[in-house]
């Protein structure tokens, strides 16, 4: 069912958006006069690589600079490519790759591999069903730039401040996955574009009520600021990507 669920909302998806990815597509092709897609190298289930296909934010080789994390003051983000960001448009041409079977609409969200080659031992089980559009993780942590902002290392901050929740995030989802699970997160997620805060709200309960230890539940309300932690499966907070 929820592949066939996947197939339906991607395909009927990409029809409705087409339209607006069109005019999207054409101002980022615009502003440089090189392709308005980027496309991402990916780990997804079973560690196989797949390449996520993104509306480009960036300027050109961005990624070449070696910093994996972005934050909502990075300047290689383009004018466009903020709008991009704000409406979270590049996550829609990923629409392709849930049609494909390389993600789903609702899984952990896919990592590049120097981030996968950090996982412990706990945070492979991330690996073992498809990576998602959205998640719990998705509506938490749909701030991340602004967390990162003026961070000096963006990248070793989220693997302090984000990485630790984010992945007891998409373990406790792998965990307790159904296809009525799927659904409630797509509705949290699009309602979080109209009330972030009520959407947050909606996840806390829905996290409660699902017997996620006080912790996650406390830290999906995002009340409180970040502080380091360990990831999942580790004593040790993250001190190099090394």
């Excluded at 969200?109 to 412990?120: A, C, F, H, I, Q």
């Amino acid at each position: 069912m929820k592949r066939l669920f996947d197939i339906f909302v991607s395909i009927l998806g990409l029809i409705i958006t087409l339209p607006m990815l069109i005019l999207v597509i054409f101002l980022v092709w615009v502003q440089d006069r090189y392709s308005p897609f980027y496309i991402a190298l990916r780990v997804g289930r079973g560690e196989e690589f797949f390449r996520m296909v993104k509306l480009r934010s960036m300027v050109i080789n961005a990624d070449k600079t070696g910093v994996d994390s972005t934050s909502k003051n990075d300047n290689r983000i383009t004018l466009i490519g903020h709008f991009i960001r704000r409406f979270k448009l590049d996550e829609i041409t990923q629409l392709w790759n849930v049609l494909r079977g390389e993600m789903s609409l609702v899984g952990p969200r896919p990592n590049v591999k120097r981030e996968v080659d950090l996982y412990t031992d706990d945070e492979k089980l991330l690996l073992s069903v498809a990576p998602g559009i959205t998640d719990f993780a998705s509506n938490v942590f749909a701030d991340e730039g602004e967390i990162l902002a003026g961070r000096k290392d963006p990248d070793l901050s989220y693997n302090q401040l984000i990485r630790p929740w984010k992945s007891r995030l998409g373990l406790f989802y792998v965990n307790n996955r159904s296809f009525w699970l799927d659904i409630r997160l797509i509705v949290l997620t699009m309602w979080a574009m109209v009330n972030r805060k009520k959407a947050l709200v909606g996840v806390s309960n829905l996290l409660s009520k699902m017997g996620a230890n006080k912790e996650l539940v406390e830290i999906s309300k995002r009340e409180n600021e970040l502080i380091p932690a360990p990831p999942p499966g580790s004593t040790q907070v993250v001190v190099s990507r090394c």
